[in-house]
């Protein structure tokens, strides 16, 4: 756990830095809510990642369950933001907004499938049931 948390950390402070550096040198104008993505997307990202953790170490039969109970979650969270920041902001959902966070959306994703299938291969020790997982 301890592994994870440090990797959303540089990975949450390379794209903050990404940002900033983007909106510094860039014509394109950076949306002024982008913040919010980098706290709200680790914050997801951990809660969905201790999810999973409790799923592999309760029982085989639950694995399932609390895989799909997390990954449905964190869909409904990214959801709820995304209604609450166009209700919530002046100006909206901008174009600029969506791409940010679709840019943030790949990246954590990437990150959790990749610890998610070096876990599962941790536990099965065969690539047999990591690609059954994957499908």
Same mark, same amino acid.
Do not use: C
């Given at each position: 756990?301890?592994?994870?948390?440090?990797?959303?950390?540089?990975?949450? !402070?390379? &794209?903050?830095?990404? $940002? +900033?550096?983007?909106?510094?040198?860039?014509?394109?104008?950076?949306? #002024?809510?982008?913040?919010?993505?980098?706290?709200?997307?680790?914050?997801?990202?951990?809660?969905?990642?201790?999810?999973?953790?409790?799923?592999?170490?309760?029982?085989?039969?639950?694995?399932?369950?609390?895989?799909?109970?997390?990954?449905?979650?964190?869909?409904? !969270?990214? &959801?709820?933001?995304? $209604? +609450?920041?166009?209700?919530?902001?002046?100006?909206?959902?901008?174009? #600029?907004?969506?791409?940010?966070?679709?840019?943030?959306?790949?990246?954590?994703?990437?990150?959790?499938?990749?610890?998610?299938?070096?876990?599962?291969?941790?536990?099965?020790?065969?690539?047999?049931?990591?690609?059954?997982?994957?499908?």
């Amino acid at each position: 756990m301890q592994r994870y948390i440090i990797g959303l950390v540089i990975i949450t !402070a390379i &794209l903050t830095a990404s $940002i +900033i550096i983007a909106d510094q040198y860039m014509l394109q104008e950076i949306p #002024e809510n982008w913040w919010m993505l980098s706290l709200f997307f680790p914050v997801i990202s951990l809660i969905s990642h201790f999810l999973h953790w409790l799923s592999v170490t309760s029982k085989k039969k639950l694995y399932t369950s609390f895989f799909i109970m997390a990954t449905g979650m964190k869909l409904l !969270a990214y &959801l709820a933001f995304l $209604i +609450i920041v166009h209700y919530a902001s002046r100006s909206g959902l901008t174009i #600029e907004f969506l791409v940010v966070f679709a840019i943030f959306y790949v990246i954590y994703t990437i990150y959790d499938l990749i610890l998610l299938l070096r876990s599962m291969k941790g536990n099965n020790g065969k690539n047999k049931n990591v690609t059954d997982v994957a499908a």
